[in-house]
């Protein structure tokens, strides 16, 4: 069942790649990042299934079955994205020729990707609770932490044109911390995945509580920043929708500038709020003294 779920998502998502590689789409940052994840899930697939094929797993310290269920997880909600922001950012702006054709396709076999990751996720959660799982993967604490490393991935193709914040350094401090808080998001996973939550000199509730405070200070921070430099006149942002040129008209293939920046604010406020319920949770574990991993709670 393995070999084959990862044979279907390794063809998938080698198709789409060469679907979108050959578009002429390099100028779009939806577009590249689409390409980007794609590839991504593609590599990490099939060092997957070498090793696996060469039974390397018994030789790592970590616990495979996590690795497993979280690599199955994280890759079918990037290619859900993918299938979603690729058509709604670029496709549908694509007049109707054998590109838009091909570029729909290459979304088909997103969505195909989708399903084939989703499918190894909940055969992987059908297996016997052996030594191979922690508990961490798919407790509440994860699942935020996916959901806010996910949100903040989102967020990076419409950071990609530096003309929405290169002339002002609090905008420029505002990607700085998109940035900072995704690596501390995906390091805090690796932490718990390779055990090793337990070395650091302090305990592990208060941990992600201290993580998940500066989270909410940095995020609305940068919200309050991106909104009065994006959209109040008064720091010269443009309030209006109707005012940006390449909204009037369809001057471009993709989304329009002032598009682009409420796209970021949006995921800012999301964001931000599931960092909210993050700190609410380790503040809560902390308060009543909880030092267990959630899985083992």
């Known amino acids: 069942m393995g070999y084959f ?13 060469s679907l979108v590689g050959s578009l002429d789409s390099w100028t779009v940052p939806t577009s590249n990042w689409s390409f980007v994840i794609l590839c991504f899930c593609c590599l990490v697939t099939l060092i997957i299934l070498i090793i696996e094929l060469l039974e390397l797993q018994y030789r790592f310290s970590f616990s495979w079955g996590d690795f497993l269920l979280c690599h199955a997880c994280y890759l079918a909600l990037f290619c859900l994205l993918v299938s979603i922001i690729y058509p709604t950012t670029y496709v549908q702006f694509l007049p109707y020729t054998p590109s838009r054709d091909r570029a729909i396709t290459a979304s088909a076999f997103c969505f195909i990707s989708t399903v084939s990751y989703a499918t190894e996720a909940i055969w992987i959660l059908g297996w016997p609770r052996t030594g191979d799982f922690t508990g961490y993967i798919g407790s509440l604490p994860f699942l935020l932490k996916m959901l806010e490393t996910l949100v903040a991935c989102v967020i990076l193709p419409f950071i990609s044109n530096p003309y929405l914040y290169m002339d002002h350094p609090l905008l420029v401090s505002c990607v700085a911390v998109y ?69 009037q008209q369809r001057l471009t293939n993709y989304v329009c500038t002032w598009d682009q920046r409420l796209a970021v604010a949006v995921l800012t406020a999301i964001n931000l709020l599931i960092y909210v319920a993050d700190l609410v949770y380790w503040a809560r574990q902390a308060s009543v003294g909880t030092e267990d991993q959630p899985g083992d709670s």
């Open 5 to 17: 779920l990862r044979t279907l998502q390794l063809l998938s998502t080698c198709v789409a790649i």
């Open 179 to 247: 940035s900072i808080c995704f690596i501390l998001g995906i390091v805090t996973i690796l932490l718990n995945l390779a055990d090793l939550e337990n070395r650091l000199p302090i305990s592990f509730s208060m941990f992600h509580l201290m993580l998940s405070l500066l989270s909410v200070l940095l995020y609305t921070g940068a919200l309050v920043l991106w909104a009065l430099y994006q959209f109040d006149e008064k720091f010269g942002g443009q309030p209006e929708r109707s005012r940006d040129v390449s909204c």
